[in-house]
């Protein structure tokens, strides 16, 4: 139901937490917060949902999504300060913000590509939000409460701005817990969808799993890094851990790679790197292929066991995410240290791993870091060759660090002389 502003609670913050959200910061946290909110005469309203925002010497900040059951209590969702007297969520307010986002984005979208990611939650001031796009398919997620309220409109919008194919909500995640929510089954809202979804990435031809894979179907948020390794990789024999459906293998295989090996312990996956392989026109099947490409089920750690030093040129590492709560850092940290020793443990002079963590609570220096301690371990001298993070349409605010959760270093191991 839309929700006009000047209906909405109020409420105030401390003296001093208004210049990050001036900056842009989407997030306010419990003890941010001074006073509220309060309905119209000024008394407590216990509310979900959205409410005018004022700083700390009364000025009008914008409108925020607040849930109390939430350590993030508020997030905004506008911070235009012409928002005061009239201000709506309704389907007409989701078209305008997708369809602004499809323009902004497809802009730097490189050739030959026709999936990403639309709209990024709090960064593209739309919390608790995810929506991927794959060809004219879109698929998205709601982690919030206040978000949660507004599921028709957006499905509505998506209709209106786009005339999809298909709509899918993807809602099967245990994040929805910290705002009180539970797990919902995947749903098709709008359209059919038969089998798995075809679209273009930098001109390589992928399937995506949308009603069954991870995430919304694919990791979209490893386009950059995957490129870099298609650029590493001719005449190497490449190694692709923890590899989903094979795309880092992919590019490697279509760059020119001597040998591709993909891990996995997920035989449905395993399955759909295949399927996206056969779909580049690459014959794996091929008896003489069947050494060149390898499809191996298998743990990691066992794996990395049975194999040599030297035995691959290029170590692709893109395990899941180690720490997914505050509590498991510490955790986190010594697995991401033991995987990555292991690889540098195989590479010799010259040899290059492509290392990632998705986990958000580990900055991109805690994981330098982590990677120093492993090449240490390892009695390894590790160059940094590049440093990526998420592509732009994951996007990250300048002001918003904790949105940037992807890091990838690309390091090659080196001689003394």
Not at 252 to 265: C, P, Q, R, W
Not at 350 to 363: A, D, F
Not at 375 to 391: E, F, H, N, Y
Request: hydrophobic share 40%; glycine share 8%.
């Amino acid at each position: 139901m839309a929700a006009m502003s000047n209906q909405m609670p109020k409420l105030w913050l401390r003296k001093g937490r208004e210049t990050p959200v001036l900056a842009g910061h989407p997030w306010v946290f419990s003890k941010g917060i001074e006073m509220g909110p309060v309905d119209e005469a000024g008394k407590p309203a216990r509310v979900v949902g959205l409410v005018k925002v004022y700083g700390g010497s009364k000025e009008f900040l914008g409108i925020g999504m607040y849930n109390p059951n939430n350590s993030i209590s508020l997030r905004m969702i506008s911070i235009n300060r012409n928002d005061e007297k009239d201000f709506k969520v309704d389907k007409d307010f989701f078209v305008k913000k997708f369809k602004g986002l499809e323009s902004a984005k497809k802009e730097f979208l490189p050739v030959e590509t026709t999936a990403y990611r639309l709209v990024n939650a709090d960064a593209d001031w739309l919390p608790g939000l995810i929506m991927d796009r794959y060809e004219n398919v879109f698929v998205f997620q709601i982690h919030t409460a206040a978000m949660d309220m507004y599921r028709e409109e957006i499905i509505d919008a998506l209709k209106k701005a786009f005339k999809p194919e298909a709509i899918v909500e993807r809602s099967d995640i245990d994040s929805r817990k910290a705002d009180g929510l539970q797990s919902l089954p995947v749903k098709i809202h709008y359209g059919k969808v038969e089998g798995n979804v075809e679209f273009l990435e930098n001109g390589v031809k992928f399937f995506a799993d949308v009603l069954g894979g991870q995430k919304t179907g694919f990791f979209l948020d490893q386009r950059d890094s995957r490129k870099k390794v298609g650029e590493l990789s001719r005449g190497k024999k490449v190694l692709n851990l923890f590899s989903y459906t094979g795309g880092f293998g992919l590019y490697a295989a279509l760059n020119g790679a001597e040998k591709v090996t993909t891990i996995d312990s997920s035989e449905p996956a395993l399955e759909l790197a295949q399927e996206n392989f056969r779909l580049n026109g690459i014959k794996i099947d091929d008896e003489k292929n069947f050494e060149k490409y390898d499809f191996v089920c298998a743990d990691v750690f066992d794996f990395l066991s049975s194999i040599n030093i030297g035995d691959y040129d290029l170590i692709v590492c893109d395990p899941p995410a180690f720490a997914k709560s505050n509590d498991k850092i510490d955790e986190a940290k010594k697995a991401y240290t033991s995987i990555n020793r292991r690889c540098m443990d195989l590479l010799k002079s010259g040899g290059i791993l492509v290392t990632c963590s998705c986990s958000g609570r580990i900055t991109q220096e805690e994981f330098r870091d982590i990677l120093k301690f492993s090449a240490g371990r390892s009695k390894k001298d590790m160059r940094v060759l590049s440093a990526l993070t998420q592509p732009f349409d994951h996007t990250e605010r300048v002001s918003f660090s904790e949105g940037r959760y992807l890091k990838t270093f690309v390091l090659q191991c080196l001689d003394h002389f």
